[in-house]
């Protein structure tokens, strides 16, 4: 077994010593990076099991948010003066700014400087700071849901309509649970674009926000379905990330969809600190990414060729280092904290005939998340028609559950209207909210003063 | 001065009972509906000062979204397989659901059934609610801001994404101050869209939530640009509602822009039910709507001639109910509750330059309003390029103070691009973020036990 494992590290390590020298004699030249020693214990020390850092510390360049256009003023968009939005062009609007800074080649990339002693800053400053207390109940941790899209307009026109729709249904679940949303459309570090954003921004809001105890990172392209259930927080009180998963498909086969990073908790805590540095490598753009795609498509289970991603990582993470991370980590599939679109869509009638809100599961899923389905961009890995389709009638089966508060639903699951289905009262407080949404109990908190840090 | 009162009061009811008439007569005939005396009895139920109400309970009929095209599956957009989203038609996926039932023209509009003891309902369910207090803080309302848009794509490509970054705007401002947010994006009431629909909203939202103390209502084309301005509610402790407005223009003038119902704060009580009830007549969509605009553009000063609007129908109710209404409300001047676009937006990089957010006022507006921009529409009453460049340069203005939080900015005012202004440090807790708005003194609320109802 430690034979094994053994044999494991090494793999791995020889991997990533390939890795990196590919790409950085591939870009500088063999003299300036020095002998492959210093290359494996650079590699090393992002991988191995101890968790120790590289130390280099660097400031991020200026980024770029990956669009934005060119010219100044006018255009032939829609003339000087058109107060015609049709032919109007969006780009010609928007200046360039300066040339970006590329990053040092020498320098391995990093997240921020290292920081090891998190948990003590942090419950010192919870204790001087008992207005921010990271529970807000008993058995409530103050949750920062956080989710967000690029700063331009989507390629295609009705992207940014489902992006609308998507955020409402987030916040009309966040609202009734008590939980605050944070919805990011800055590129904080041009390296880390698309999938991989979400590390340095999840990175600085922890880091910023110690009275978070619970960062809940959420897709654009996910939607809430049960808006009755509330997460089991007592469940997850000895772990630090809970994703929807299986123990099976990622540390047995390696599976490349045996776990969803579009839609996890993290512990505000040194371990996450951890876990984001190690978890960062393979994301920087360009050779890196690629390379690390060919990695992973080869380890992994399943996986189709295509450059870094930050759940494969994330599989391959676990699966090569179970040993480190692994008893902290709770892949949970007792509820659906992500769910597959393509076997849900189907059976929202049925669930509706059979079923309630507040089980989250296959009979009322908490999350319908449509992977693939990628609206804000020219193509999807499906046809453009069922997605949007679908994606309004997960709206709307949400949805419905927010109007039945106030005595309304959707005319059906495909259609904007809605109709009334309770009569307006002269003593509306008197009315029973059927499924006790209105003032639901998981909201009606109080603050603690004491924190459990 | 009680004989043009009293001059004044015929007047109003004289007006009125001819709109009635007209509109009536016009569509059902003489015959159905009863004398003279029977018609103005009638209107002078909802005009009249001591603000008695009409009787008559009717079921709100099935309604329309406004939108929603025709069609079953696939269609020429883009094909029954195709993944690409450039060329589909997103009209084609939408069915038509039912013909809408048409209003009874026979009964006047009502927003719902009496009710006149909403004080009394409001404070016992607090009294027997005390984990929904309506004050989370001293001097500290509960507040829901209220806001919302079309459940359809907007008809121009670009419309959907300036709604989405107004909606983050506003997450953001909220986060800080501790305010829940409501986005609506169903029509309650066919007969009043458009501008109107906000009032069948509000009133359903204060009913249904006696734990709110305020409802905020903001239009979707108003932003934040101000995050470190908290509204003084000590000042409004004695009053019901608060607009952006000048007594003189108001009261005196009559002028149809003499105040702003883009953004204004209602109390929940008895009073705002009974405003709500006197507000709505002039909404009903069609004739009456037409009618009544008429009524307002010769009333009020410089009001172009179009149907009535909520903004101009308030202006005409204070100036003519004053001694009902005017003493619970506050028209507000001393800070941009309200701000229009036009005379702002060209002064950001000055504001920068000599002052500081915090102020609210002229020198560092709390909201600037993007009337007659319309981009969600076709058409608007400006030139699209100076609308939406100035709504970048808005949104831009704000995020500034979300971002420095994190210590980054927008490379300008034009650009989706941001730059670090603060390195990464190893203690981020001893970071002094020089607003104060990482933890904000407003956000560092206990709840009280005791309601102040």
């Not at 409530?140 to 729709?165: F, I, M, Q, W």
């Not at 679940?173 to 999840?202: Q, S, T, V």
């Not at 600190?273 to 190690?278: A, G, P, S």
């Not at 959707?410 to 407080?429: G, I, Q």
Request: with cysteine; proline share 6%; hydrophobic share 35%.
């Amino acid at each position: 077994m430690l034979h094994q494992r053994a044999l494991r590290h090494l793999k791995v390590t020889v991997l990533c010593l390939v890795l990196t020298v590919v790409v950085l004699r591939g870009t500088i030249g063999a003299g300036k990076f020095g002998t492959p020693e210093q290359d494996l214990d650079e590699i090393r020390q992002h991988f191995q099991t101890s968790r120790k850092r590289a130390e280099p510390h660097r400031v991020l360049e200026e980024i770029q948010t990956g669009g934005g256009g060119g010219g100044g003023d006018s255009g032939d968009g829609g003339g000087a003066g058109s107060n015609n939005y049709e032919t109007f062009d969006i780009n010609k609007i928007f200046v360039d700014e300066g040339e970006e800074e590329k990053p040092d080649p020498n320098k391995p990339y990093t997240l921020g400087p290292k920081i090891s002693d998190w948990d003590e800053q942090r419950s010192d400053w919870l204790a001087k700071n008992p207005s921010f207390p990271n529970f807000i109940g008993p058995n409530k941790p103050r949750v920062l849901l956080v989710t967000g899209s690029a700063p331009k307009p989507c390629e295609n026109p009705v992207g940014d309509h489902y992006l609308l729709k998507s955020i409402k249904n987030k916040i009309d679940y966040c609202r009734l649970h008590g939980i605050e949303i944070f919805y990011n459309m800055a590129l904080l570090d041009a390296e880390m674009a698309g999938f991989w954003a979400k590390l340095p921004l999840i990175r600085k809001l922890l880091l910023s926000h110690p009275e978070i105890e619970f960062l809940w990172w959420m897709d654009s392209d996910a939607m809430f379905t049960d808006m009755a259930f509330e997460l089991p927080w007592e469940r997850y009180k000895d772990y630090n990330l809970v994703m929807h998963g299986w123990n099976e498909m990622v540390y047995d086969d390696k599976n490349w969809i045996g776990l969803n990073t579009g839609s996890f908790l993290l512990r505000n805590n040194q371990w996450a600190l951890d876990l984001l540095h190690t978890w960062a490598p393979m994301g920087p753009k360009g050779k890196i990414r690629e390379e690390a795609g060919k990695v992973l498509t080869r380890e992994l289970k399943g996986r189709p060729v295509f450059e870094a991603d930050d759940q494969s990582a994330m599989v391959y993470l676990l699966a090569t280092q179970r040993d480190t991370w692994g008893n902290k980590v709770y892949l949970e599939n007792g509820y659906y904290l992500h769910g597959y679109w393509g076997i849900l869509v189907d059976r929202y009638e049925e669930m509706i005939e059979n079923y309630h809100p507040g089980l989250g599961d296959h009979r009322w899923p908490l999350v319908t998340h449509f992977v693939g389905c990628k609206p804000c961009g020219k193509f999807g890995d499906y046809p453009v028609e069922r997605c949007l389709k679908q994606m309004d009638r997960a709206f709307n089966f949400g949805d419905n559950q927010i109007l039945q508060i106030y005595g309304f639903t959707h005319k059906s699951l495909a259609s904007r209207k809605v109709k009334r289905v309770r009569n307006e009262t002269s003593n509306p407080l008197e009315m029973k909210d059927e499924l006790g949404l209105l003032h639901p109990a998981f909201k009606a908190v109080k603050v603690q003063q004491t924190n459990q840090a």
